[in-house]
């Protein structure tokens, strides 16, 4: 049979040597094309929704394959509070658009070309192809996007899919999902990838690296490509977000300071304090694993606590989900645990800080809080 058959009714490839491959995990990646809220943010090399690129160590071309006649399509806006909004449904303060989502899509479906108006904005789609944006008379512009509503695996028949390519997927469809790079079409754990410093990404990161250590010369940077940790981390932000609320889930990226010894450990475990021991802990303010929002601060607490002299060290620029934080004045040193809130063993902090007010330390008792995302190295 010429045809490709599929458990979903999509299939996301990427093109190498001139050949298209199927890339892996298929759902993973059309989950976060689904959501209007992913940020541009990404691991080892992006896939850029945009563009339908994936850049990485060598730039590809990637494509959605999917049965039209199971496509169904959200159109989303971003009202004053940052949150997305699917047309016609109420935003933040209780109001709906009109049109819908539907007949934006209907619209949208039968004269990619035309303009229609919702309540105070315009939507053109010849522009919405470069900018992203609905023109509004009272807010100037407002981002839109459109997205697919996203479709379980089918549990009898599988997908009869044709061999023919399907029309791109409009530009403005998504920003960059969180995605790695792909190596004849599999995914690598652990796996390292290192930046020029022509890069945009090495510039950002030395940015902020050179913000409190620009006395230090930094010799590479690296970035950290490991799926287990990132959905392990994923899990844990989902649930701190049904915990807490999405206002409190205080996603950060921090500092912390090691030996290169110990980076790949790092990079395939994840940071863990209980492997430092007793010695390397004592005379801290609590346990856990120690972070600061300021690199020259992560270096100075590395070397007061160093215990042999003369290793290289390395700076992780590692996503934390900080969460609620309590003081360090809440916390015995010796605890392996954050406090409870309220006196409940049920329900604990998220981490301990060395001020409420303007905290720069950070200690992070659970791994799954953490995602080494970057590693620096400098003299």
């Not at 658009?97 to 035309?114: G, K, L, V």
């Not at 090691?258 to 304090?273: A, G, H, L, Y």
Request: glycine fraction near 4%; hydrophobic fraction near 30%.
């Amino acid at each position: 049979c010429p045809h490709l058959h599929e458990d979903n009714p999509f299939r996301w490839q990427i093109q190498m040597d001139g050949q298209w491959a199927n890339l892996e995990p298929n759902q993973e990646i059309e989950r976060a094309f689904s959501k209007p809220h992913i940020h541009s943010d990404s691991l080892i090399g992006y896939l850029d929704f945009n563009t339908m690129t994936c850049y990485g160590p060598q730039t590809r071309p990637v494509r959605r394959l999917s049965v039209p006649s199971v496509d169904r399509w959200v159109w989303y806006y971003r009202d004053r509070y940052d949150e997305w909004i699917e047309f016609g449904e109420e935003n933040s303060w209780g109001k709906k658009s009109n049109p819908d989502s539907a007949t934006i899509e209907e619209s949208y479906m039968s004269d990619p070309r035309c303009r229609i108006l919702y309540n105070e904005c315009q939507i053109d789609f010849e522009d919405l192809f470069k900018q992203e944006m609905c023109q509004s008379v009272r807010y100037n512009t407002r981002p839109i996007r459109r997205r697919p509503q996203f479709q379980t695996r089918k549990s009898s028949a599988s997908v009869l899919w044709s061999d023919v390519p399907p029309t791109p997927l409009p530009e403005h469809c998504s920003v960059s999902p969180h995605i790695w790079d792909f190596e004849h079409g599999m995914l690598y754990t652990g796996k390292l990838a290192e930046w020029k410093s022509g890069h945009f990404e090495y510039q950002n990161i030395a940015k902020m690296f050179n913000a409190t250590m620009a006395s230090f010369q930094i010799t590479s940077i690296v970035r950290v490509n490991n799926p287990l940790l990132w959905d392990m981390y994923q899990r844990k932000k989902e649930q701190m977000v049904r915990d807490n609320g999405k206002e409190n889930v205080n996603e950060r990226r921090l500092f912390h300071v090691t030996r290169t010894n110990v980076q790949n450990s790092i990079c395939r475990k994840n940071f863990d304090f209980r492997y430092a021991g007793p010695k390397l802990r004592n005379g801290r303010a609590s346990a856990g694993s120690y972070f600061s929002s300021n690199a020259k601060y992560a270096h100075v607490h590395f070397e007061e606590h160093r215990i042999d002299a003369g290793d290289e060290t390395c700076a992780f620029l590692a996503r934390v989900l900080v969460g609620v934080s309590c003081p360090n004045g809440m916390v015995k040193a010796t605890s392996l645990l954050p406090p409870a809130k309220g006196g409940s063993l049920e329900n604990l902090y998220d981490s301990v800080v060395n001020s409420l007010e303007q905290p720069f330390s950070f200690s992070i008792f659970y791994p799954s809080q953490i995602y080494p995302e970057y590693i620096i190295k400098y003299t």
